[in-house]
């Protein structure tokens, strides 16, 4: 591929480019993928050619959002957007929407993640593509899960489930499996939870998929330990963390470490829950990742509190701040537990 960008074989470049991107392995990380596609890129602009543009600036959004480059990511979809209404290419359009969605998600931006997904829904309903529009239902279950409208998130959840089935769509059913089992949770239906995270994993497996597995295991962790399954929780952590390191997604490492953590405090092993919260929250804050970072330092001051009290104290504080810009109700109720905690503290 670099032969013929060289050489003058432009046409080649992106074509080439935009085959390793499909020809990489599931467990691959993005990161392998992001100067191919630069140089398939500049290729793709000297040919002129829009479509081609389009869809290598998709992938990029896509390897920058695995690798938590939010402000790449969004910087590569808005330039694939304009590109696509100025084709009229609708399907990249709406492919783009939907990306920046997600991006928008995992920033917890939920209104802005939410109008993306409309937007991408209603142009794939346009299309008469159902798959499509069944992901798009299922990201909108996952931001509502996250803002803690659970309601609203069942009121969607059953109907794209439907469709990813009747598709045979084996990733989209594992991925709303996953969002099934984190909401049965929240519910308090345990039993019900794993049966749809076990569902989940078993198509991860069986798809080979690193990232889908790693991802899913930490709900798999999260309802062990709420069971009490404390030894099985932290090999699921653990796994998760492994596979995230090697997929380059720190973010969701950090997580494998958050819920390592909570599992230990379970355990009332406080100073090893300490180590694990301090590490993912370092970790959230160099990413600049503030709702995550407030979350870390709410366990991080429950795992220190027995020993501590006073600087657990300050990390409450500290996340009160982080959790300002967040008004969603899951936010909310955060924000009201901690600044609860702390009026009795100084009582």
Known sequence: MRDAARNGMDETAWQ???????ARPASSSERDWLELGRIGLEAATRREDQRAQTRLLINTGIAHRALNNFSEGLDALERAVTLARSS???FDEAQALNLMGLIHLRQ??????DAHFGQAMSVFRDLGN????ATA??????????AGHLPEAASVIDEALAAHRALANRGGEGNLLRITAALRLEEGDTDAARRSIDEALDIALALRDHTREGFWLLTLGDIQRTAAQH???????????????RLGDRSREALAWRGTGQTYAAMDRHGEATTFHRQAAAVHRDLGDTWQLALELDHLAAAVHPEDPETARGHWIEALTH???????????IRSRIEALLTRAAG
């Open 231 to 245: 030894g099985d929780a932290l090999t699921s952590y653990q796994r998760s963390a492994m596979l995230h390191r």
């Open 130 to 133: 159902v798959q499509r529009t």
């Open 88 to 90: 009229q290419s609708w």
């Open 16 to 22: 080439l480019a935009t085959i390793l991107w499909f």
């Open 137 to 146: 239902l299922s990201n909108i279950a996952s931001t509502r899960l996250s």
């Open 108 to 113: 917890r931006e939920l209104d802005l993640a």
């Open 323 to 333: 959790l300002t810009p967040y008004t969603d109700p899951r936010a909310t109720s």
